[in-house]
C-alpha cells in the first residue's frame, strides 16, 4: 500500500470516532432524565445511572478507537462489517421465513416455481455474504459465518413452518454464541494494546517533564490532527448545509446568502470539537489564500519563500482564543452567528495584514530596483488596490451588519488601517517611480518615506492603545476571566509596549542624527577639488558633502542615513563625533587620516581588518578607476545596512 493511501486511511478511519464524541456531546443527558422523572420517578432510579454509564462509556469507547494504532483501527472497522453482513444475513433468514410462512406451501420447494425463486434468491444472496465474511475475516472456513443459511436449509429438506422459526431462533442463537466467544477470547486485548503504549512511552529517552510533550508531538504527527479535524469539519458542514437546505430553511436566504452561509458555519461550531475543527479550516484557508497571494506577486520562486509568520496559525489561534473569551460554545443559535461574524471579520483582518507584509518589500522592490518589467508592476500595483479596496468594503459591510458602538469602531478602525497602510506603501512606491525619471535624485526622500511610514504606525499605536484601554475597562468593570486578562497583556506587551520602545529608539537615532550632520563641517569647493573622489556609501559624485573628524568625505543625507542605523564612520569605523574647535575644514588631511586608519585598523576586529580604509584618491591615482575597488573592498555588512 503506498503512503498516500496510508496517510488518506490513517485520516478517514478517524472522522467517524468525532463525529459519534460530537454526537455525545451534543446529547441532553439532563434533560432525558427529567423526562423519565416527569413520566415516573421508579423507571427514573432504575435506568438515571445506566444512562449516564452509557454516556461516559461512549466517550471512552471512542477516544480509545481515535488514538488506536492504524492497523487496529483497521481490523476493528473489518470485524464491524462483518458482523453488520451477519445481521443482514439473519434479516435476509428472517424475512424468507415470514414469507414462507404467508405463502403457505410447505410441499418441496422445487415443485412450486414461485417458492422455488423466494428460495434460489435467498440463497444466493446468504451464499455472498458468508463468503464476504470469510474474506473480511481472511479465512477459508466459509461455514463459520454460515448460521444464518440454516433455516434455508431446512426449508430444502421439506421442514415444517413451526420448524423453520425453531431452526431461524436457533440459528440466531449460535450466531450470537460465537460472537461472545470472540469477544471473551479478546477480552484482554485492551489491556495489551494499553501495556504497549506504556512500554513504548517508557522507552522515549527523554527527560521526565518533556515525556508528555514528545508523546503529545509524536501522537499530533501520527494521527494528523489538523487535517484530521479539517475532514471533520468540512463532513459536518457540508451535512449541515443540506440539511438547512432541504429543512425549509433555505428562506434564510432571502436575507442573502452570507447570512445563509454564516448560519450554516455557526451550527458547526457548537461543540469542542467543532470548535478546533473551524479553527484548523481557517488556519488552512488563510495559508491557502497568503501562497495564493505570493504565487501571484512572484511566481513559484515566491511560494518556496516561506515565513513561520504566514502559515496561518496566527488567523486560527485567534478565532480560538476569540471564540473561548466570548464564550461562543454556550451562546443560541442566532447570536453566535452574530459573535461569529465579528470574529471572522477580526481574522479576515488579520489576513489582510498578513497579505499586505507580503505585498510591501515586493512592491516597494520593485519600485527602488526600477525594475522595467511592466507585468511584474501590474501585479504588484493590483494586489495593492485590492487591498486598498476590500477592506474598505468590509467596514462598510460591519456597520450595515452591526449597530456601531465603540468596541465596533475600535474593529472597524483597525480594517482601515489596512487600507491606509496600503496608501502608504503606493505613496512611496510612487516616490520611487517620480525619482527614477528625473536626472537627480530627490534630496528629502527619505525623509518623507520616514514620515509616511511613521504616520501609519502612529495610527496603528493608537488604535492597539484604544484596545488595551478598553478591554481593561471591560475587565475591571465587565465580565473579568484570566482568558481575557492574559490576551490583554499579551497584546499590551507585543503590540503597545514594543511598538512604542521601537518608535522612541527610532526617533531619537534621527534626532541625533540630524544633530551630528547639522555639527559636521561643509566640504569646501577646493577640499572637493582635492579629495576628488567618490561618496564611498552611495558611489556618486560629490558636489557637496560633509567632513567627519576622522577626515572621510560623504553626503549629507547618506551619512544621516548610515548614522539611522550605526554611530560609527562607514569607512574606519570610529565614532562620528563634530569637529573640534580650532580645527578648520582644511585640518582634515592626510596626517589625520593615517593617525585615523592606525587606531581603526588596531581596534576593529580582525575581519574588519580589510583596505576599506584606503584613502579613496591614492585608489583612483593607482587603479584610475576609484569606484571598481571600493565595490571589492566594501565589507557586505556595510552595502548590506546601506
Known amino acids: 500500500i503506498g503512503s498516500k493511501t496510508v496517510k488518506l486511511a490513517n485520516v478517514a478511519l478517524r472522522v467517524p470516532s468525532i463525529l459519534v464524541l460530537d454526537l455525545l456531546y451534543k446529547c441532553d443527558i439532563e434533560g432525558l432524565t427529567e423526562h423519565i422523572k416527569a413520566k415516573n420517578e421508579d423507571l427514573l432510579f432504575k435506568y438515571k445511572y445506566v444512562i449516564w454509564n452509557m454516556y461516559y462509556i461512549g ?39 415470514r414469507e414462507e410462512l404467508q405463502y403457505g406451501f410447505e410441499g418441496a420447494v422445487y415443485l412450486d416455481s414461485l417458492a422455488f425463486n423466494r428460495f434460489v434468491s435467498a440463497m444466493t444472496s446468504q451464499i455472498i455474504l458468508s463468503t464476504l465474511c470469510a474474506f473480511l475475516m481472511k479465512t477459508r472456513k466459509v461455514w463459520l459465518f454460515s448460521a444464518h443459511m440454516l433455516p434455508l436449509l431446512a426449508r430444502l429438506c421439506a421442514a415444517h413452518h413451526t420448524t423453520l422459526l425453531t431452526v431461524n431462533t436457533f440459528s440466531m442463537g449460535l450466531t450470537g454464541a460465537g460472537i461472545a466467544v470472540f469477544l471473551l477470547s479478546h477480552v484482554f486485548v485492551p489491556y495489551r494494546l494499553a501495556k504497549a503504549a506504556y512500554s513504548e512511552l517508557l522507552q522515549l529517552e527523554v527527560i521526565e517533564l518533556y515525556r508528555l510533550l514528545a508523546v503529545g508531538i509524536s501522537l499530533w504527527n501520527q494521527f494528523a490532527v489538523p487535517v484530521l479535524f479539517s475532514v471533520f469539519w468540512f463532513v459536518l458542514f457540508i451535512v449541515q448545509l443540506c440539511s438547512d437546505t432541504m429543512s425549509g430553511h433555505a428562506s434564510a436566504g432571502h436575507q442573502g446568502i452570507m447570512f445563509f452561509l454564516l448560519t450554516s458555519v455557526s451550527e458547526c461550531c457548537a461543540t469542542p470539537y467543532s470548535l478546533l475543527g473551524l479553527t484548523f479550516v481557517v488556519s488552512y484557508l488563510a495559508l491557502g489564500l497568503l501562497n495564493l497571494c505570493k504565487f501571484y506577486l512572484g511566481g513559484y520562486a515566491g511560494v518556496q519563500n516561506d515565513n513561520v509568520m504566514h502559515r496561518g496559525v496566527t488567523e486560527g489561534v485567534t478565532l480560538l482564543l476569540l471564540a473561548l473569551q466570548t464564550g461562543l460554545l454556550d451562546m443560541q443559535a442566532l447570536q453566535r452567528t452574530f459573535l461569529l461574524s465579528i470574529i471572522l471579520f477580526i481574522v479576515v483582518t488579520s489576513t489582510l495584514q498578513s497579505m499586505i507584509e507580503i505585498t510591501d518589500p515586493v512592491i516597494l522592490a520593485l519600485g527602488a530596483s526600477r525594475n522595467r518589467s511592466v507585468w511584474k508592476h501590474f501585479r504588484g500595483l493590483s494586489m495593492c488596490l485590492l487591498l486598498l479596496v476590500f477592506p474598505v ?35 512611496i512606491y510612487s516616490l520611487f517611480m517620480v525619482e527614477l525619471f528625473r536626472s537627480d535624485p530627490i534630496e528629502s526622500l527619505d525623509e518623507v518615506i520616514y514620515w509616511v511610514n511613521a504616520v501609519s504606525r502612529v495610527l496603528e499605536f493608537v488604535v492597539a492603545l484604544c484596545v488595551v484601554a478598553y478591554g481593561t475597562w471591560e475587565s475591571l468593570f465587565g465580565e473579568w476571566s484570566w482568558m481575557g486578562a492574559s490576551v490583554i497583556i499579551i497584546h499590551s506587551y507585543f503590540n503597545v509596549w514594543l511598538r512604542a520602545q521601537s518608535g522612541w529608539r527610532s526617533f531619537l537615532l534621527r534626532q541625533e542624527a540630524a544633530k551630528k550632520i547639522n555639527s559636521l563641517p561643509r566640504a569646501t569647493a577646493r577640499q572637493l ?114
Not at 471512542?62 to 444475513?89: C, D, E, K, Q, T
Request: some cysteine; proline content about 3%.
Open 529 to 642: 577639488q582635492q579629495h576628488n573622489d567618490v561618496c564611498s556609501i552611495c558611489f556618486q559624485e560629490m558636489s557637496s558633502a560633509v567632513i567627519t573628524y576622522c577626515g572621510h568625505f560623504f553626503h549629507g543625507n547618506c551619512l544621516r542615513k548610515w548614522l539611522y542605523v550605526q554611530e560609527t564612520c562607514p569607512m574606519c569605523h570610529q565614532a562620528v563625533r563634530p569637529t573640534l574647535s580650532g580645527q578648520g575644514p582644511a585640518s582634515a588631511n592626510l596626517t589625520l587620516m593615517e593617525q585615523s586608519l592606525k587606531t581603526s585598523v588596531l581596534s576593529v576586529p580582525e575581519w574588519h581588518r580589510m583596505p576599506t580604509v584606503i584613502n579613496m584618491t591614492a585608489v583612483k591615482r593607482h587603479l584610475n578607476h576609484g569606484t571598481a575597488l571600493i565595490h571589492q573592498n566594501r565589507t557586505k555588512n556595510t552595502r548590506h545596512l546601506v
Open 59 to 97: 466517550h471512552l469507547i471512542n477516544v480509545v478507537v481515535l488514538v488506536l494504532p492504524l492497523r487496529h483501527i483497521v481490523m476493528l472497522y473489518l470485524h464491524i462489517l462483518a458482523a453488520m453482513l451477519l445481521y443482514m444475513g439473519h434479516q435476509i433468514s428472517k424475512d424468507y421465513v
Open 393 to 427: 468594503f468590509m467596514a462598510y459591510k460591519i456597520s450595515q451588519f452591526f449597530h456601531m458602538d465603540f468596541w465596533l469602531l475600535i474593529l472597524v478602525s483597525s480594517c482601515m488601517l489596512t487600507s491606509l497602510q496600503v496608501t502608504g506603501t503606493m505613496l
